[in-house]
C-alpha cells in the first residue's frame, strides 16, 4: 500500500505477520500496545510513543501523534489503485461523470436507461469477460445522462460505457 504523511513524504508499505517492510525494506522494531489508540515502539535503539488522535471512517486517513510531533498520515491500498486506474477514484468526494469499462469484454445486458436515477452500488450492465459475467455497479449516486454501448458491444479496457449528469 502507498502511504503520504504531512501531504509530502510518500512511502510503499507492506505489512504481514511480523514484517513491516518500507520502500522495500524490512524494518525490525518491538511495539507493544498500551492502550486501543497508543503503542510504544523500540526501532533502532530509539523510543517512540506512537498515539492515534483521529481516524476518518474506514482508516484511509488517520492523524497520529509521535512524541510530541502530529503527522496527517493517507494511506491508499490496492483497491484505490484499482478504483483509480477504472477512473471511479472520485466516487465518494465528487460527482462521477463517466462509467469506463474496467476490462475489454462483451456487454451481454444493459439494466438501465438513459434519465435512470441509480444508487451508489445498483447494478448497472453485464459484460463478459474471459468467460465470465460481470456485473458492473454503480461507483455512486447520480442520473444516467447517456450509455454509449448496447447489447452485444464489445468494449475495450477503459472504454467509456456510461455517462452520468
Given at each position: 500500500?502507498?502511504?503520504?504523511?504531512?501531504?509530502?513524504?510518500?512511502?510503499?508499505?507492506?505489512?504481514?505477520?511480523?514484517?513491516?517492510?518500507?520502500?522495500?525494506?524490512?524494518?525490525?522494531?518491538?511495539?507493544?500496545?498500551?492502550?486501543?489508540?497508543?503503542?510504544?515502539?523500540?526501532?533502532q535503539?530509539?523510543?517512540?510513543?506512537?498515539?492515534?488522535?483521529?481516524?476518518?471512517?474506514?482508516?484511509?486517513?488517520?492523524?497520529?501523534?509521535?512524541?510530541?510531533?502530529?503527522?496527517?498520515?493517507?494511506?491508499?491500498?490496492?483497491?484505490?489503485?484499482?478504483?483509480?486506474?477504472?477512473?471511479?477514484?472520485?466516487?465518494?468526494?465528487?460527482?462521477?461523470?463517466?462509467?469506463?469499462?474496467?476490462?475489454?469484454?462483451?456487454?451481454?445486458?444493459?439494466?438501465v436507461?438513459?434519465?435512470?436515477?441509480?444508487?451508489?452500488?445498483?447494478?448497472?450492465?453485464?459484460?463478459?469477460?474471459?468467460?465470465m459475467?460481470?456485473?458492473?455497479?454503480?461507483?455512486?449516486?447520480?442520473?444516467?445522462?447517456?450509455?454509449?454501448?448496447?447489447k452485444?458491444d464489445?468494449?475495450?479496457?477503459?472504454?467509456?460505457?456510461?455517462?452520468?449528469?
Amino acid at each position: 500500500m502507498k502511504v503520504k504523511v504531512n501531504e509530502q513524504y510518500n512511502f510503499e508499505v507492506a505489512v504481514s505477520a511480523n514484517t513491516l517492510t518500507v520502500d522495500g525494506q524490512a524494518l525490525e522494531m518491538d511495539a507493544k500496545t498500551l492502550s486501543g489508540t497508543t503503542q510504544h515502539i523500540i526501532y533502532q535503539h530509539k523510543s517512540y510513543n506512537v498515539e492515534v488522535l483521529e481516524r476518518e471512517e474506514g482508516g484511509k486517513q488517520v492523524s497520529i501523534r509521535v512524541n510530541g510531533n502530529i503527522y496527517q498520515v493517507e494511506v491508499e491500498d490496492q483497491y484505490d489503485e484499482l478504483l483509480k486506474q477504472l477512473g471511479m477514484d472520485n466516487a465518494a468526494g465528487t460527482k462521477v461523470q463517466e462509467l469506463k469499462a474496467p476490462m475489454p469484454g462483451l456487454v451481454l445486458q444493459l439494466m438501465v436507461a438513459e434519465g435512470q436515477e441509480v444508487n451508489k452500488g445498483d447494478s448497472l450492465l453485464v459484460l463478459e469477460a474471459m468467460k465470465m459475467e460481470n456485473i458492473i455497479k454503480s461507483p455512486a449516486t447520480g442520473t444516467v445522462k447517456r450509455i454509449l454501448v448496447q447489447k452485444g458491444d464489445k468494449v475495450e479496457k477503459n472504454g467509456i460505457l456510461i455517462q452520468f449528469a
